[in-house]
């Protein structure tokens, strides 16, 4: 299929090819991170912080409570990771973190600038493109068309989200393509070298099962109606719309994607196949749908509780979009493609 919504690559990253982009800057901030998180874990070990264990209250003795006040002391002086444990956790995070942002830290925390110096590139062919595309096999995803590698995106890592995640975009018929996140180096607009795509964000996978995705791209901010559209192609290979979901531009949360698109019927807002029907609506006119038959057909707004969508005359059934687009596009007529224009963004 042929999807018709789609996005520009926003015009401040129209020459980005071959340049470190915001890469320093970006990268400077985790560098930070990192460098204070070593210095809590080195405090910590010097004071040889622990987890206080509680003397029962019958066998306290002055001693006892001097002792507790000492250490309740220290662990207010360390902070809320006095932990030890999440302590090392929250450093190998974030140098996991800077590792797959493909540089190379220092022993201090710092990164070796000239050791870490990329420029972002872009994926021009189709055999590089092959590398990235996914397979959606039995509502599963897997990144070879015999469905024996499943993605896991456990070793992947995106600026925004951290250690765990991928980026992904999906082509205007529908072919997802995913990668792991390098800022100045592998962005968005990398995987299919800054041509429009019909949806873009993130995503989180195991062993193949989807657990989470969202709409979040700087480089394309694809909107509500995108973001429809990626959910509709995952949905056509069987993946469960279980997963947990992020839309931007509010950031807001939900559980499963049944409980957001519950969420916009409620608000009234469109449904997929509506939004796919109005692609078509230069000829939905009267003078079109009424030389349907048997039984012409018109189109009505929603009113009094119905749908809006197409209703034949004659028995004042509703006809279903899908339907309604099959008979148009029988009769050689189109559906008009929208492009989000990446101009000032």
């Known amino acids: 299929m042929k999807y018709h919504y789609l996005s520009q690559l926003g015009e401040q990253y129209a020459n980005e090819q071959g340049l470190s982009g915001h890469r320093f800057a970006a990268l400077s901030r985790l560098e930070t991170h990192l460098k204070q998180a070593i210095t809590d874990l080195n405090v910590a070990v010097k004071r040889g912080v622990r987890r206080l264990i509680p003397v029962p209250a019958v066998s306290r003795s002055a001693v006892h409570k001097l002792i507790a006040a000492h250490e309740t ?48 590139e872009y994926d021009h062919s189709l055999a590089q493109q092959g590398m990235t595309r996914l397979h959606v096999l039995g509502g599963r995803l897997f990144t070879d068309a015999a469905g024996t590698k499943p993605l896991d995106t456990t070793d992947m890592v995106t600026m925004l989200s951290g250690p765990g995640h991928a980026i992904f975009v999906m082509s205007a018929t529908g072919n997802i393509h995913v990668s792991s996140h390098s800022v100045g180096y592998r962005h968005h607009s990398s995987l299919l070298a800054g041509r429009d795509v019909a949806g873009a964000g993130e995503l989180k996978a ?27 192609q995952m ?5 469960p719309m279980t997963f947990a979901l992020t839309v931007l531009p509010d950031n807001r949360r939900f559980a499963t994607v049944g409980e957001y698109l519950s969420e916009l019927g409620l608000q009234g807002e469109p449904d997929y196949d509506l939004m796919r029907l109005m692609r078509y609506s230069a000829h939905l006119t009267d003078a079109i749908l009424g030389t349907h038959t048997p039984g012409p057909w018109h189109w009505r707004d929603a009113a009094l509780g119905e749908a809006s969508g197409v209703y034949n005359t004659v028995t004042n059934q509703f006809v279903a979009h899908k339907v309604v687009r099959g008979w148009l596009k029988s009769r050689g007529l189109s559906a008009d493609v929208e492009v989000q224009s990446g101009r000032s963004r």
């Open 73 to 120: 002391a220290q662990l207010k002086a360390a902070g809320p990771n006095a932990n030890l444990a999440e302590l090392q956790a929250r450093v190998q995070r974030y140098l996991a973190w800077l590792k797959r942002q493909h540089c190379v830290v220092k022993a201090n925390g710092s990164i070796d600038w000239g050791l870490s110096n990329h420029v972002v």
């Open 206 to 232: 195991n062993n193949g099962c989807l657990v989470w995705l969202s709409n979040k791209s700087g480089h394309y901010v694809p909107s509500v109606g995108h973001l429809l559209q990626s959910l509709h």
């Open 235 to 239: 949905q056509k290979g069987g993946v």
